[in-house]
């Protein structure tokens, strides 16, 4: 899906897939990063009468949500926002 959101281009073809942030029913939320490093949600639907769409959030936003993550990260902390994560 290529959606153009204030000037920017999102495609979740050609993004980062970090992880699951919800999997349901027919739908899946993934965090997803961009080539230039923006972060987005990306909202799957298998409902009838509903769109798949784009949500950008911002790195802070991005950092709450990877402790979201259904599981496993596809992608590491460090590889993703390019510093190792605070110690405790």
Known sequence: MIQVINGKRYDSQKSTTIGTISKGTGRTTTL????KGNFFFYHDTQWQGEVDSIEPIS???????YGNIIGEADVDYESTFGEEPEEA
Do not use: D, F, G, L
């Open 32 to 35: 997803e990063k961009t080539k």
């Open 59 to 65: 790195k802070e936003e991005a950092v709450v949500q």
